[in-house]
């Protein structure tokens, strides 16, 4: 009986230990939380040049990277690459935890299954609209109901973001960040270096769309 006892003791220590570390893998660093800083200084400007009065950031609240996202190949951030690799074997939770700017004075954190529900609101809400309307079937609308209900949540948004864990080596970053915005979005891997106290982008490379 006692043997049990201390079998089990153990059990639930070493399940402690694997839920502990697997919470301090999920915890994004404030080092991180510099680099998307000085990321979405640059996004922000260039939010209010295209979105006028819509520039506050929502973000899902937990990492993710396209699996189909190219990273450099160039040998001097084969490095970075991999730190970076290894850093987003497992999602991070993100936090309200972004140093204070001028484009973080109003952000929001959301679920995937709250962006979900908003996309099937509005799907369901479109499908409504075109039965009454009796709409003809070859008129399309990919996507539109979607981002109806998600700006009525979400007025002064542009759209969600998607961020990924950041990848360090020496003095270099490396983020990918991802924005779906209405009928356009992008994909993109910028890469910093830690020039005195600042995080500044170097290069970066990706896609935008337009639907």
């Not at 995937?112 to 399309?140: C, H, M, T, V, W």
């Not at 779906?180 to 106290?197: A, E, M, P, V």
């Given at each position: 009986?006692?043997?049990?006892?201390?079998?089990?003791?153990?059990?639930?220590?070493?399940?402690?230990?694997?839920?502990?570390?697997?919470?301090?893998?999920?915890?994004?660093?404030?080092?991180?939380?510099?680099?998307?800083?000085?990321?979405?200084?640059?996004?922000?400007?260039?939010?209010?040049?295209?979105?006028?009065?819509?520039?506050?950031?929502?973000?899902?609240?937990?990492?993710?990277?396209?699996?189909?996202?190219?990273?450099?190949?160039?040998?001097?951030?084969?490095?970075?690459?991999?730190?970076?690799?290894?850093?987003?074997?497992?999602p991070?939770?993100?936090?309200?935890?972004?140093?204070?700017?001028?484009?973080?004075?109003?952000?929001?954190?959301?679920?995937?299954?709250?962006?979900?529900?908003?996309?099937?609101?509005?799907?369901?809400?479109?499908?409504?609209?075109?039965?009454?309307?009796?709409?003809?079937?070859?008129?399309?609308?990919?996507?539109?109901?979607?981002?109806?209900?998600?700006?009525?949540?979400y007025?002064?948004?542009?759209?969600?973001?998607?961020?990924?864990?950041?990848?360090?080596?020496?003095?270099?970053?490396?983020?990918?960040?991802?924005?779906?915005?209405?009928?356009?979005?992008f994909?993109?891997?910028?890469?910093?270096?830690?020039?005195?106290?600042?995080?500044?982008?170097?290069?970066?490379?990706?896609?935008?769309?337009?639907?």
């Amino acid at each position: 009986m006692a043997i049990c006892i201390k079998k089990s003791g153990l059990l639930i220590f070493l399940l402690l230990v694997v839920v502990s570390d697997i919470l301090a893998q999920a915890k994004i660093s404030a080092k991180e939380y510099e680099v998307y800083s000085s990321v979405l200084e640059r996004i922000y400007q260039d939010n209010r040049a295209t979105h006028t009065g819509k520039n506050e950031f929502v973000f899902i609240n937990q990492t993710k990277v396209d699996p189909e996202l190219e990273l450099p190949k160039s040998r001097k951030y084969r490095s970075l690459v991999n730190n970076f690799k290894r850093t987003n074997a497992s999602p991070g939770i993100v936090e309200k935890k972004f140093p204070r700017g001028e484009y973080s004075e109003s952000y929001q954190l959301v679920s995937q299954a709250e962006i979900d529900a908003l996309n099937e609101k509005g799907r369901l809400e479109y499908e409504k609209q075109r039965a009454s309307d009796r709409l003809n079937p070859s008129i399309e609308n990919p996507g539109g109901w979607s981002w109806a209900t998600f700006y009525k949540a979400y007025p002064d948004s542009s759209g969600y973001y998607y961020l990924s864990r950041v990848g360090f080596a020496g003095k270099f970053a490396i983020v990918h960040i991802k924005g779906d915005l209405g009928w356009k979005g992008f994909s993109r891997i910028y890469i910093l270096k830690r020039k005195n106290t600042n995080w500044e982008t170097i290069s970066y490379s990706g896609s935008d769309w337009v639907s």
